[in-house]
């Protein structure tokens, strides 16, 4: 299994983020999106919608998260 989250974490690089991003975030061991909302004041099922990610509860270490306006 680690191969394969490996794999998928090397394909979610920060290089096809929306122009309008503010920032980003690179997924860290432990975190989840409604932590990273949290750091960033923005709503973690925005934060999934924006990013296309169909399931908030499955992220990845090493995704790259885009942070979108306010």
């Known amino acids: 299994t680690t191969t394969t989250v490996s794999s998928q974490a090397a394909t979610l690089s920060c290089s096809s983020i929306p122009a309008n991003a503010v920032s980003t975030h690179v997924v860290s ?38 942070i979108p306006p306010s």
Do not use: K, M, W
Request: charged content about 15%.
């Open 29 to 66: 061991a432990g975190e989840n999106l409604f932590r990273i909302g949290l750091r960033y004041g923005v709503h973690f099922s925005t934060l999934a919608s924006y990013n296309g990610i169909p399931d908030a509860t499955r992220i990845f270490v090493g995704q790259c998260i885009a």
